[in-house]
C-alpha cells in the first residue's frame, strides 16, 4: 500500500487547510476517478464501495493509521455534537512527509485536484464525489429498485469519452496551471488537466445547486 500512502501524506501536505477524514478520502476517490478516466488505470491498488457515507475505502482509513502509529501525520478527533464526530489530519513530521511523494504525472493532477477543491466545503466535496458517473449510476439503480443494498463496489470506469481540445485550449490550460517552471509542455499533460477542471467546474456547479436547493 506504499502508493495509497504517498497519496494519504500528498493530500494532507498540500491542502491549503486541514484535512478530515471524510475529505481525505473522497479526495483519494475523486483523484483515482480521475486517473482512470484520463490514463486508463488508478495510481494505486485502492479499490472504493458504495456505503452509506458515498464511496468509501476502508484501506485510506487503515493506512492513515500506520502513518499516525509510525509518526508522520496526526489524527485530531473533535467531538461536535452526540451525532457528529470530526477526525482531522495534520502532518506531524515534515522531513519523513516529504518522502513520500507522487510520480511528476500524478503529482500535476493532483495539485490540480487540490486547487480544484480547496475552497469548497466538506458538504459541496462531498457532493462532487457523489455527482461522479460511477455513482450517478448506482444511485440511479438504486432509485429504480427502490431500495439501497450497501456496501457495493463502484465501477471506476464509468465516464466519459475523453474529448480533443484544440491548440487555443492547451495553451489556456497551460497559464492556468502552470505555477512551477518544471511543468513541462506536454500537450497530453494539458489535455488532460484541461478536461480535469472542466469536468470539475461542471460537478462543483452542479453541487452548488444541490446547496441551493436545500
Same mark, same amino acid.
Not at 483523484?31 to 488508478?42: H, T
Not at 491498488?45 to 485510506?60: A, C, H, L, M, T
Not at 493506512?63 to 478527533?77: K, M, N, P, Y
Given at each position: 500500500?506504499? =502508493?495509497?500512502?504517498?497519496?494519504? &501524506?500528498?493530500? $494532507?501536505? *498540500?491542502?491549503?487547510?486541514?484535512?478530515?477524514?471524510?475529505?481525505?478520502?473522497? /479526495?483519494?476517490?475523486?483523484?483515482?476517478?480521475?486517473?482512470?478516466?484520463? @490514463?486508463?488505470?488508478?495510481? +494505486?491498488? &485502492? +479499490?472504493? &464501495?458504495?456505503?452509506?457515507?458515498?464511496?468509501?475505502?476502508?484501506? $485510506?482509513?487503515?493506512?492513515?493509521?500506520?502513518?499516525?502509529? !509510525?509518526? &508522520?501525520?496526526?489524527?485530531?478527533? *473533535?467531538?461536535?455534537? #452526540?451525532?457528529?464526530?470530526?477526525?482531522?489530519?495534520? $502532518? +506531524?513530521? #515534515?522531513?519523513?512527509?516529504?518522502?513520500?511523494?507522487?510520480?511528476?504525472?500524478?503529482?500535476?493532477?493532483?495539485?490540480?485536484?487540490?486547487?480544484?477543491? +480547496?475552497?469548497?466545503?466538506?458538504?459541496?466535496? =462531498?457532493?462532487?464525489?457523489?455527482?461522479?458517473?460511477?455513482?450517478?449510476? $448506482?444511485?440511479?439503480?438504486?432509485?429504480? /429498485? %427502490?431500495?439501497?443494498?450497501?456496501?457495493?463496489?463502484?465501477?471506476?470506469?464509468? %465516464?466519459?469519452?475523453? =474529448?480533443?481540445? !484544440?491548440? %487555443?485550449?492547451?495553451?489556456?490550460? =497551460?497559464?492556468?496551471?502552470?505555477? #512551477?517552471?518544471?511543468? %513541462? #509542455?506536454?500537450?497530453?499533460?494539458?489535455?488532460?488537466?484541461?478536461? !480535469?477542471?472542466?469536468?470539475?467546474?461542471?460537478?462543483?456547479? @452542479?453541487?452548488?445547486?444541490?446547496?441551493?436547493?436545500?
Amino acid at each position: 500500500m506504499e =502508493k495509497l500512502r504517498n497519496l494519504i &501524506v500528498f493530500f $494532507i501536505r *498540500h491542502f491549503p487547510r486541514f484535512v478530515t477524514r471524510t475529505e481525505l478520502v473522497k /479526495l483519494i476517490y475523486l483523484f483515482e476517478y480521475q486517473q482512470v478516466q484520463i @490514463r486508463g488505470r488508478q495510481y +494505486s491498488e &485502492v +479499490s472504493f &464501495v458504495r456505503d452509506k457515507y458515498g464511496p468509501f475505502s476502508p484501506s $485510506i482509513l487503515e493506512e492513515a493509521e500506520f502513518l499516525c502509529s !509510525t509518526g &508522520v501525520i496526526s489524527c485530531t478527533r *473533535h467531538d461536535i455534537d #452526540s451525532d457528529c464526530i470530526l477526525y482531522e489530519y495534520v $502532518i +506531524s513530521d #515534515s522531513s519523513r512527509a516529504a518522502q513520500y511523494d507522487l510520480p511528476e504525472w500524478e503529482k500535476r493532477t493532483a495539485l490540480a485536484l487540490v486547487d480544484a477543491t +480547496s475552497r469548497l466545503s466538506l458538504k459541496q466535496i =462531498k457532493e462532487l464525489a457523489y455527482s461522479t458517473p460511477p455513482m450517478d449510476e $448506482i444511485l440511479a439503480e438504486e432509485a429504480e /429498485l %427502490g431500495y439501497t443494498v450497501l456496501p457495493r463496489r463502484i465501477n471506476m470506469e464509468k %465516464g466519459k469519452t475523453p =474529448k480533443k481540445f !484544440t491548440r %487555443g485550449e492547451l495553451a489556456a490550460a =497551460k497559464c492556468r496551471l502552470d505555477a #512551477s517552471p518544471d511543468r %513541462g #509542455s506536454d500537450e497530453e499533460y494539458f489535455a488532460a488537466l484541461l478536461e !480535469t477542471y472542466r469536468e470539475f467546474e461542471d460537478l462543483r456547479r @452542479r453541487a452548488t445547486e444541490c446547496l441551493l436547493q436545500n
